[in-house]
């Protein structure tokens, strides 16, 4: 039964994003969010005039992540080391993002058919001209149930999917998506382990470009 249940439960996960330390944007559930809610999601904030402080004010900074995540680059996912994929959530922690619900087949890295128009605004808001130049982190998370190797390969794979889904059919750079999976180990909900909200791909916009105004 307990692995009837976990297979069970890990019919789904949740694309999502951070858009700063405070704020987010989420969708959760809908499965007809559009490009532009994404697009909106996933552009660079603007900071105000005169702001020095923080690390997308820093050249210094911006300077080391442009190089960390060059390291990063056309690594197949599970050749991440468990520090790297900690720096890219300490850098993921502050950037723009989304909420989408992502379905996958049962027990499976495929994405369901009812959760393809999700995916294809997806590919649609990251082909826009807007968007040119940026790196897109994508990021795979299970929920607590089951074993951390089984939850972190099904993390992987599933970030891998979308990866792939978005370059064949959008013609992605795979250069400027970055995949990593967590399995268990950074639940969005930690009172709740094997809460569905848990099941996610975390897809960040890592431009440290920001605009001012």
Known sequence: MTHFNKFFG????????????????????????????????????PIT???????????TAQAKE????????????RSLSMGERDQIAELAATKPNIDLEIQFDYNSA??????VPSVQALGKALSDPSLKGSTFVVAGHTDAIGTEAYNQGLSERR???IKKYLVQNYSLSGNDLVTVGYGKTKLKDTANGADPI????????MDTKTASK
């Open 10 to 45: 890990l019919k789904a996960m949740t694309l999502t994003a951070a858009l700063s330390m405070t704020a987010s944007l989420a969708f959760a559930g809908d499965t007809n969010v559009s490009t532009n809610q994404i697009l909106d999601a996933l552009k660079p904030r």
């Open 49 to 59: 005039r005169g702001l020095s402080v923080g690390p997308q004010a820093d050249p």
């Open 66 to 77: 442009a190089t960390f995540l060059n390291t990063v680059r056309n690594r197949q996912t």
């Open 110 to 115: 495929d994405i369901a058919k009812t959760s």
């Open 159 to 161: 970030a891998d999917t």
């Open 198 to 205: 848990n099941r996610r791909v975390q897809v960040v916009n």
